[in-house]
C-alpha cells in the first residue's frame, strides 16, 4: 500500500523523498523505517475529525513505543494510553506530564498501581470489582484521589478479527452493566477514588460504526442516573486499510455518527494503529529463492519475530519491492525462523526476484516492533525516523551481547 509518505519516485520505493536503499545500505536488513510526516498526518486528521466533539486525544502505546515516536506525537497535544507500568515510565522518559496518561489494563498488579498513584497519572480505567477496591485501598494509604473510568463490557460483537475482538462477554475485558451499576450505587465504599468516567472499547480495527454507536449508548444507559457521571473514554479501533481490497468507515464517519449522541459529554480517545500502521515499513532483503511443489518461495531475513502479525493474526500485509517492475509471478514470502508460520505473505505479487533484492513490507507501524522478540536468538531491527528529507537512527540494531547482558551464568 503506497501513500503520500511510502511511494516510487523514478522507479525507486522511497520515505518522503528519502531512498529506502540508502537507508538498508547504511543500516542493513531488516530495519523498520518510519515517517514523520505520514504519523502526523495521521494524528491531525483525528483530532480534526473529532474536534466538534472537544474528544481528547490519548495515543495507545501498545502500538508503538518508540521514544522518538512518543515525543513527536506529544508534541501535537496527544496525551498517552499506557498498559503497564512499563509504558507509564517510557511516555516519562520521553517527556509526557503523567497527568496527560491514561492507565489502562485488565491484569494491573499492585506494584504497578502504587507507581501509577506515585507519578500521578491523570486517569485510571478500572476493570474489575477487586482491581477497584485495590486501588482504593492503595490510594489511601499514598493520601492520593485518583479519576477513575470503570470500562464497560457493553456486550457488542464487533465485526473483526476474534483476536482483536474485546467488547462481547466472551472477552475478559471490562464489567458487565450489572457490575458498573452496583459500584456506582455504592461509591461511598471506595471513598479515595473519584469515579466520573466511564470507558468502552469494543476492539480494533471496527468495520461498522454503528457497533460503536450502540456500545456509548449502552455506556451512557448505565451514566444516565448520575448527572456527575459525564466522562466517556470511547477508545480507539479505528480501522487501517492494509491491502487495497479493504474498506472500512473513515475516522470521519465514527466522529459524525458519534456526534449528535455525546453533546454535552467529555471525550476521550485513545486511538493507535490508525495514527502508526501506515506510517511505517519493514525492511528485509532476499536470502535465497526455491520452487517447491508448484510455489515460489523468497527466503528473507525478516521473520515472525520483527513482525509477528501475519502468524498471531492471518493479517496480510503488502510486499512491494524496493525497485519497481511489472508484476511476474505470485510468491510466498517467508522468513529463516524454524517455524512453519514463518511467512509474511503467502500471496505476493512481486517481479521476477535475485537473491540480494531489498522488499518493503508495508502498513507495519503498528504492532510490528512492539512485538518483535529474540526468538531462535534472533536479535531485533533497527528503527529509523524519516524526517524531512533527513532520517535518523531512533533505536539501534540489537547485537548477540545485548541479548546475553542480563543472564547469570
Same mark, same amino acid.
Given at each position: ?15 518522503d ?33 473529532f ?50 496518561? $491514561?492507565?489502562?489494563?485488565? *491484569? ?8 501509577a ?39 457488542v460483537?464487533?465485526?473483526?478479527? %476474534? ?22 450505587? %455504592? ?9 466520573? &468516567?466511564?470507558? #468502552? ?5 471496527? *468495520?461498522? $460504526? ?55 459529554w467529555? #471525550? ?17 532483503? #532476499?536470502?535465497y ?16 519475530t ?12 503488502p ?10 509471478q505470485?510468491?510466498?514470502? $517467508? &522468513? ?31 504492532? &510490528? ?24 537512527? #531512533? ?15
Open positions: 500500500m503506497l501513500n503520500d509518505s511510502f511511494r516510487y519516485q523514478n522507479g525507486e520505493l522511497t520515505c523523498g528519502v531512498l529506502l536503499r540508502e537507508i538498508t545500505a547504511s543500516q542493513g536488513t531488516p530495519t523498520y523505517v518510519y515517517s514523520a510526516n505520514r504519523l502526523i498526518q495521521n494524528a491531525q486528521r483525528l483530532q480534526q475529525a474536534a466538534p466533539l472537544g474528544a481528547t486525544l490519548h495515543y495507545s502505546l501498545k502500538a508503538n513505543n518508540n521514544l522518538a515516536i512518543i515525543r513527536l506525537l506529544a508534541g501535537l497535544g496527544l496525551g498517552m494510553d499506557a498498559v503497564s507500568a512499563g509504558e507509564i515510565y517510557r511516555a516519562q522518559q520521553a517527556g509526557v506530564d503523567p497527568s496527560h496518561i $491514561v492507565f489502562a489494563g485488565v *491484569g494491573k498488579t499492585r506494584e504497578e498501581l502504587t507507581y498513584l506515585q507519578v500521578g497519572v491523570g486517569w485510571f480505567n478500572v476493570e474489575s470489582h477487586g482491581e477497584l477496591h485495590l486501588l482504593n485501598q492503595l490510594a489511601g494509604a499514598l493520601k492520593k484521589y485518583p479519576s477513575v473510568a470503570l470500562r464497560l463490557n457493553p456486550d460483537q464487533a465485526k473483526t478479527h %476474534h483476536h482483536i475482538a474485546t467488547g462481547h462477554f466472551g472477552a475478559k475485558f471490562g464489567m458487565s452493566a450489572e457490575t458498573i451499576a452496583h459500584i456506582l450505587a %455504592h461509591r461511598a465504599e471506595t471513598p479515595h477514588l473519584n469515579i466520573h &468516567g466511564l470507558h #468502552v472499547h469494543i476492539g480494533s480495527q471496527l *468495520g461498522d $460504526v454503528n457497533e460503536t454507536v450502540e456500545a456509548v449508548r449502552r455506556a451512557q444507559q448505565i451514566a444516565d442516573p448520575y448527572p456527575d457521571l459525564r466522562t466517556l473514554n470511547i477508545g480507539g479501533g479505528f480501522p487501517v486499510r492494509y491491502v487495497e481490497r479493504d474498506e472500512y468507515p473513515q475516522p470521519e464517519h465514527f466522529a459524525h455518527a458519534l456526534a449528535p449522541i455525546l453533546s454535552g467529555q #471525550v476521550m480517545m485513545e486511538p493507535g494503529r490508525s495514527i502508526v500502521a501506515d506510517a511505517g515499513a519493514l525492511l528485509i532483503s #532476499v536470502l529463492l526455491k520452487d517447491q511443489a508448484g510455489q515460489h518461495f523468497a527466503i528473507t531475513d525478516g521473520s515472525m520483527e513482525l509477528i502479525r501475519p502468524a498471531l493474526y492471518e493479517a496480510v500485509h510486499i512491494l519491492p524496493m525497485k519497481n517492475a511489472p508484476v511476474t505470485k510468491m510466498i514470502i $517467508v &522468513g529463516p525462523v524454524c517455524e512453519s508460520t514463518d511467512v509474511l505473505n503467502r500471496e505476493a505479487m512481486l517481479p521476477t526476484l535475485q537473491t540480494g533484492d531489498l522488499l518493503a513490507v508495508m502498513v507495519a507501524g503498528a504492532y &510490528g516492533m512492539v512485538m518483535a522478540s529474540n526468538y531462535n536468538m534472533r536479535t531485533r531491527p533497527a528503527e529509523i525516523l524519516v524526517e524531512g528529507d533527513q532520517w535518523r537512527v #531512533v533505536r539501534r540494531r540489537e547485537t548477540w551481547d545485548d541479548l546475553l547482558r542480563q543472564e547469570l551464568s
